[in-house]
């Protein structure tokens, strides 16, 4: 007993006790800022490989985060334009909100007037989730199952990952969803009891990635039910994944 707590007293606490303030240690990059600065948008555009950058009609340049792969290189290229900073919290309930503007440098919030009241009541103290990987790269996968480690502990919450759809609240997707997955998508979704919830977790299950527009895609999945939480990022990180599905049942 003695040797035990040696132990825990030479290692300390191995979680990190709040998830909503720590800093991401490490090189990673997070929310990017746009200046007002003037380079050449068509240069720019031309940078990203998945058309996440665009121009309005002012000529003013934004990212849309759930098409960015995060590679860093539009702000390689321009520095004085795009920054990347180290803000996690990337999660929001409208797809709309995940563009980022020029000249706007604040948090994302999600929009609570979009949040069904059910989830508030019913998933508020605990959250059973079914992942699916509809032909995703592992990436994102790894890192949902890093959100039930000793170092974010996701489960303090309520928070937790089941093996079948019959006992989950909801189901995680990700991956662009090829062909092949659609169907099994679908009967995993029908499996879970109502009221039920879904969230796209990366990239790739947002938006599809690099591979929009291959014919070896089936996402017409999601254009037959409400998406209640978009988590971008290539892959996710975890923090940004557990704040925001902390933000989406937590009510304020």
Known sequence: MLKNINILLHQGKQFIRDVRTVEVPG??????????????????MEICPTDAIATDPSGKIS???????????????????IRF????????NLREGLIVKEGIDEEFKLDPTLIREEIYKYFGGSLKLRQVSAAGDNSCELELNAC????????????????????????????PISENMAEPLQICYDAIPHPKLIILAGTDAISGGIFLGSKALDRSFLNNYKIDLYVPG????????INGVLDL???R
Not at 27 to 44: C, H, M, Q, Y
Not at 85 to 92: E, M, N, R, S, V
Not at 234 to 241: A, D, G, K, M, Y
Request: glycine residues 10%; hydrophobic residues 40%.
């Open 148 to 175: 039930g480690n000793v170092n974010f502990d996701m489960g303090r919450f309520g928070i937790e990952f089941v093996a079948s759809p019959r006992h989950a609240d909801g189901v995680v997707i990700t991956g």
């Open 63 to 81: 990212i849309d985060l759930g098409k960015c792969t995060f590679c860093g290189e539009c702000a390689f290229a321009f520095p004085n334009k």
């Open 85 to 92: 900073t180290k803000d996690y919290k990337l999660a929001h």
């Open 249 to 251: 049942i937590k009510k």
């Open 234 to 241: 290539n892959p996710i990180h975890p923090l940004t994944f």
């Open 27 to 44: 090189v990673f990059r997070g929310r990017p800022v746009i200046s007002a600065n003037k380079v050449d948008a068509e240069s720019l």
